[in-house]
């Protein structure tokens, strides 16, 4: 698993913010499983996470 993984989860975030983050952290977690180790995996999965980070912070309006 990637360090970065940690950042993905939302189990501790309220419900409403769950409905944002959860998906995201669905798909991180695909992701960081299927693809190999690198570079690219690696600046994709910070991508993602920063637009997570967003898309919470819009959520809470």
């Known amino acids: 698993m990637s ?3 940690k950042y993905f ?3 501790h975030l309220p419900p409403h913010l769950q409905e944002v983050s959860k998906p995201i952290g669905e798909l991180a977690q695909l992701m960081d499983q299927q693809l190999p180790d690198g570079a690219e995996k690696s ?3 910070r991508k993602l996470l ?3 980070d967003y898309l ?3 959520k809470l309006g």
């Open 50 to 52: 920063e637009a997570k």
């Open 3 to 5: 360090p970065i993984m």
């Open 9 to 11: 989860e939302f189990a």
């Open 56 to 58: 919470v912070r819009a």
């Open 43 to 45: 600046a994709g999965l």
